[in-house]
Nanobody, 121 residues
Framework: QVQLVESGGGLVQAGGSLRVSCAASGSTFSIYLMGWFRQAPGKEREFVAACSWSGGPTYYQDSVKGRFTISRDNAKNTVYLQMNSLKPEDTAVYYC??????????????WGQGTQVTVSS
């Protein structure tokens, strides 16, 4: 099992920046991909970004390309999502997710509890 704990959410003004973190513990050796999803009120959860746990390509939703950056620190078993030029429509609960080998970053095996990000206009 893998446990994921997010932190770093909060309230920020439009145009501002925020970084959320996700610390992984447990059977981290089984992680192949790490990612972030978000869910806004009244909407379905959607993919935001993903990266390989061992390095390699990154993946982004079109609406965040050029504004958000996913990165990882393997020594700390932590993945980050740096969010710049935030917009009110980025307001959502952000969830960290992990995928085992053979899986897809769009269908992760493990989820964190989520952290609220609110962007005021």
């Amino acid at each position: 099992q893998v446990q994921l704990v997010e932190s770093g959410g909060g309230l920020v003004q439009a145009g501002g920046s925020l970084r959320v973190s996700c610390a992984a513990s447990g059977s981290t050796f089984s992680i192949y991909l790490m990612g972030w999803f978000r869910q806004a009120p009244g909407k379905e959860r959607e993919f935001v970004a993903a990266c390989s746990w061992s390095g390699g390509p990154t993946y982004y939703q079109d609406s965040v390309k050029g504004r958000f950056t996913i990165s990882r620190d393997n020594a700390k078993n932590t993945v980050y999502l740096q969010m710049n030029s935030l917009k009110p429509e980025d307001t959502a609960v952000y969830y960290c997710a992990a995928t085992r080998l053979g899986g897809s970053y769009l269908n992760p095996h493990y989820w964190g509890q989520g952290t609220q990000v609110t962007v005021s206009s």
